[in-house]
């Protein structure tokens, strides 16, 4: 956002020739210094921003770290200590400036930094921006600047040798490390159970150092207050004038460029004084009238209007001084509403309890979407712009309106955030602690009030950010007595409160008091607070948010879900393709499950079990089939899919009785070739769950619920802001060996906006049920308005009358589908002669997608759109598109 290198441009005036400098900086990070990495035996050259693991690899002292074994056989990475070293010039002009700041934006954690063999400090939170007074150690001509990494597993272990905080360890399938929760360091870099152990070091963000006289502007916060036809924006610009207290004395203006190329303008005189550490804040008012602007909505419910806002700073001591700072702010108004629920369900067991929903400019808002975790094992990579791109993308493709940035990972880039602004996805941000209980010495708090407090003034003007979180899971587990606590109940519970909610919450509600900053997450919400922070239920279907996982029963029946008023996490794990899993091994002995590749890859300490389980269920599986590797990592997909879509439809049901308002589902990305519950594979390949969320997503939606007693309750979902008037529910009943349907029925319904309303229930008790299933569509005045969807009675491996089908693909046109991003449409096109389960079409190509996938096929013609990035010709796809299909 912020990208000022020394920018000078001239004002002229009539007598007079001013000219006006931005701040200087050196830019440490830039391909003209040359950084070299060493321990005591090897010297290479490296990258900052980096880490060790990307350095050692592209010196090719490590062999891709995602390949094979390789987490485990490049530990001693981990163990060992590493230097980064610079030499950069430094001229007259520079160190004659006032103020010499070294700044670090991002150090992979526990480091000593010297400059010109002078100690300059130590850091040991990775999520913090560290500013080092260098102006006395600065010196003409070459300066050396070496920062010494301690191993971060050895540092962990030392403090909690001194404040041991409860687990010990991670099980041992993780092949992890154990005390993450003492570092300030990404608490999932020490393993889980999605992801391999790859304790980073490194420079993870830019380096440089900022010269300049008198003040900067660090950041602007916003906060936009509706009243009426008017918006009002209060800006606050944080300043920072070195590392001392000084007077600042200036002219600070703000410009908020409207619609119709206007501009509204702001300016003040200042002569302040900043406090101790040189930091201080700039208040500037602007008035919006509603009509020069547009709301900002999420995804599927408006645009995403984004404004630019510039703040400048001139100071007056020679009068030329200029700091800029530009953002871009959405104007919308959001609420997590926790009211009492029999307002809304009257004196029933629904209404007992409190809401829990996000209106949005006014509307309630059932939210649809994922959990994101770090986009690379390496923090430094996790930033790169075009996967974070691709999984947004991903995300708004399949109707996503939220995701919530989950507590084991890092706060993600500028870049991240202001993706999320323009495609219009809310973001959950969990603060960095998960699954652990964590310290609360002073040193560990003082050190977490300088994390939060960046954090939220960094991030808080973004439009996409609905609601702060303190943890992930952290009051469940505590309750839950997962690691063990109970002896010491108390104790910890006084340590949960001592962090989260007398360190963390209050530096939120300062820089940032218009969002609500959930203790927990999952958590009862305010009952939680009423309950002392640690509920006696922190799983209260009447309350807040829940996970819930049940890998036990079966995953496919929708009568299993407990009630929520809004789920936060559920999932299933599946396998990676065998194409994504050929970029980790290419070893055909590891392509079995049983192999210790795949024993090694799978974090549950229940092995594959989990997913044999619930595959057995539903489908038929020989274990002698020559290929069952194959079809495992294909029946792992479909069960996964359909798991998540009926926990997913029961939801987005139970808006209808219970109220249920959000089904955020675990976990949209990956970070290796591994057993996972992601919906998008390492490397971008969508699973098919991710296919399947495009349909139960759909803002329209037929879904159907079978009930135990062969009753199906038939409900329809309109999450638009329009209502559906004069809509006509179809039903088709088929019988497994015929396209065309034996029965179908028609029901005239009409659905308010932003609700979900029970249309019918049908019978399903005169039939031959494994000889039948059932499809759904809406359709208005001859439009279809809903993706297809169908209840299968039996389980698929009983069903009778599946015929062996034939299927025929031809690839029939392709043209641009945006010639700016340079990326190519096909369209597929899919003959069969009968009814054919979960065809799922594949490429060589791992970067494209069809727009449609893992298709229930029962017409005899369909088409699908192939999207890719290369250019190839209509025959070349059709060679390269295979498939498979589900069939007894
Ligand atoms: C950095 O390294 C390159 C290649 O080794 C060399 O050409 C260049 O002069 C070096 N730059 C500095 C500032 O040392
Ligand atoms: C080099 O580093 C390793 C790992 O940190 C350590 O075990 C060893 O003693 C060191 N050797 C010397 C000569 O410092
Ligand atoms: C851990 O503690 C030992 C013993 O006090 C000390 O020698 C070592 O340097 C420490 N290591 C780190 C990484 O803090
Ligand atoms: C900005 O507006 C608030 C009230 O909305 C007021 O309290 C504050 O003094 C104003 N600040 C400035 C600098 O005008
Ligand atoms: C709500 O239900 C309870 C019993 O379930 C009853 O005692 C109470 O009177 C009811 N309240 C209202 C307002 O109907
Ligand atoms: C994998 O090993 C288990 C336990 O030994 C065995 O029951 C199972 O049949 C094996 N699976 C395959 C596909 O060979
Ligand atoms: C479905 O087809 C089977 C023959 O495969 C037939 O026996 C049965 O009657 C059919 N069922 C219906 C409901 O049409
Ligand atoms: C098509 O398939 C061939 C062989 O399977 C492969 O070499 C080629 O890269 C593929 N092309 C594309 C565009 O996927
Ligand atoms: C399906 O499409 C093919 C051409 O792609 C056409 O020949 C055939 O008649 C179509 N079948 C039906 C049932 O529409």
Redesign the pocket.
């Known amino acids: 956002m912020q990208n000022t290198f020394l920018l000078c441009f001239i004002l002229l005036s009539i007598q007079i020739t001013n000219i006006k400098c931005e701040f200087k900086r050196i830019d440490l990070a830039s391909k003209r210094v040359n950084w070299t990495l060493s321990n005591n035996k090897t010297q290479i050259s490296a990258k900052v921003p980096g880490g060790v693991y990307s350095d050692l690899q592209r010196a090719g002292i490590i062999d891709d770290i995602l390949s094979g074994f390789n987490d485990v056989q490049t530990r001693w990475v981990a163990y060992d200590t590493w230097t980064y070293k610079a030499n950069f010039q430094v001229s007259e002009k520079d160190v004659q400036s006032p103020v010499a700041n070294l700044v670090f934006e991002g150090v992979d954690t526990i480091a000593f930094i010297e400059l010109n063999d002078v100690p300059i400090g130590t850091t040991q939170n990775m999520f913090v921006r560290y500013v080092f007074d260098v102006k006395e150690h600065l010196k003409i001509g070459i300066n050396e600047l070496k920062v010494t990494f301690a191993s971060p597993v050895h540092a962990a272990e030392n403090r909690s040798a001194k404040h041991f905080t409860a687990p010990a360890c991670v099980p041992d399938e993780y092949n992890g490390e154990c005390h993450a929760n003492q570092l300030r360091k990404m608490q999932a870099s020490f393993s889980w159970d999605w992801g391999p152990a790859f304790p980073s070091v490194g420079l993870w963000k830019p380096v440089y150092i900022e010269l300049y006289d008198t003040a900067i502007i660090r950041s602007l916060t916003t906060h936009t207050e509706q009243n009426d036809q008017l918006w009002y924006l209060k800006i606050l610009a944080h300043l920072e004038s070195g590392t001392r207290a000084k007077r600042v004395e200036g002219y600070i203006t703000a410009e908020l460029f409207v619609e119709g190329h206007q501009s509204l303008n702001v300016a003040r005189e200042i002569s302040i004084m900043t406090r101790h550490d040189g930091t201080v804040e700039v208040e500037l008012n602007i008035t919006v009238h509603s009509n020069v602007i547009s709301v900002w909505w999420p995804n599927g419910f408006g645009d995403q209007p984004l404004y630019d806002l510039r703040v400048s700073l001139s100071t007056h001591k020679d009068g030329n001084e200029v700091s800029n700072k530009h953002i871009r702010i959405g104007f919308r108004t959001l609420e997590l509403v926790e009211e009492d629920a029999s307002k809304m369900l009257g004196n029933t067991t629904a209404g007992k309890g409190l809401t829990f929903y996000f209106k949005v400019n006014g509307y309630p808002m059932f939210m649809k979407g994922s959990n994101w975790i770090p986009a690379n094992i390496l923090p430094e990579i996790g930033y790169d712009k075009s996967t974070v791109d691709e999984l947004l993308t991903a995300a708004r493709d399949t109707h996503m309106a939220m995701l919530r940035v989950w507590g084991g990972g890092v706060y993600e880039s500028d870049y991240f955030y202001e993706r999320c602004d323009q495609l219009g996805i809310l973001i959950w941000q969990d603060f960095l602690f998960a699954c652990s209980m964590y310290p609360a010495d002073p040193e560990f708090l003082d050190n977490v009030k300088v994390e939060i407090e960046q954090t939220v003034i960094r991030l808080q003007h973004h439009p996409s950010i609905a609601v702060w979180a303190g943890n992930n899971e952290n009051e469940v587990a505590l309750r839950g007595n997962w690691y063990n606590t109970l002896p010491e109940f108390d104790k910890y519970k006084e340590e949960y409160i001592k962090l989260y909610v007398e360190t963390v919450k209050p530096i939120v509600e300062t820089w940032d008091p218009s969002r609500r900053y959930l203790v927990s997450s999952p958590s009862n919400g305010v009952e939680s607070e009423q309950e002392g922070y640690i509920a006696k239920n922190p799983y209260d279907s009447n309350y807040g948010d829940t996970h819930y996982y049940n890998y036990l029963s079966d995953n496919w029946d929708i009568n299993i879900y407990p009630k929520t008023r809004f789920a936060s996490e559920y999932g299933f794990q599946s396998l990676p393709s065998l194409k994504t899993m050929a970029t980790a091994t290419k070893n055909k002995e590891d392509y079995h499950v049983n192999s210790s590749y795949s024993k090694h890859r799978q974090h549950s300490p229940n092995g594959y079990n989990f997913i044999t389980d619930q595959m057995n269920r539903h489908l038929k599986l020989d274990e002698h089939d020559p290929k069952h590797f194959e079809k495992f990592v294909f029946y792992s997909q479909i069960s996964q899919a359909m798991a998540i879509k009926a926990e997913t439809e029961f939801y987005r049901q139970s808006q209808a009785d219970w109220y249920t308002m959000g089904a955020l589902y675990w976990q949209l990305n990956d970070v290796w070739q591994a057993p996972s519950w992601s919906s998008i594979e390492y490397g971008g390949k969508w699973k098919m769950l991710h296919y399947f969320a495009k349909s139960f997503f759909a803002p329209v939606l037929v879904s159907p619920r079978l009930l135990l007693t062969d009753i199906v309750d038939v409900y329809a979902i309109n999450d638009r802001l329009v209502p559906i008037i004069e809509g006509k529910i179809t039903v088709d009943y088929f019988n497994w060996s015929s396209l065309t349907p034996f029965k179908s029925q028609d029901f005239a319904t009409n659905v308010e906006l932003l609700s979900v309303k029970k249309v019918t229930s049908l019978g399903l008790m005169n039939y031959n049920n494994d000889e039948i299933f059932l499809r759904f569509s809406l359709h208005m005045e001859g439009v279809s308005m809903s993706p297809h969807n169908f209840i299968f009675p039996k389980p698929l491996k009983d069903i009778k009358g599946l015929l062996q089908p034939n299927i025929?693909v031809?690839v029939?046109k392709n043209f641009y589908k945006n010639k700016l991003k340079k990326t190519f449409k096909y369209v597929v096109?899919i003959?069969v002669d009968t009814v054919v389960l979960f065809l799922w079409l594949e490429t060589d190509a791992l970067d494209g997608h069809f727009d449609d996938n893992g298709l229930v096929i029962t017409?005899?013609?369909t088409s699908v759109n192939y999207v890719t990035k290369r250019r190839i010709t209509v025959e070349e796809l059709e060679k390269n598109i295979t498939y498979q299909y589900y069939i007894n």
């Open positions: 025929k031809t029939s096109n003959e017409q005899a013609n």
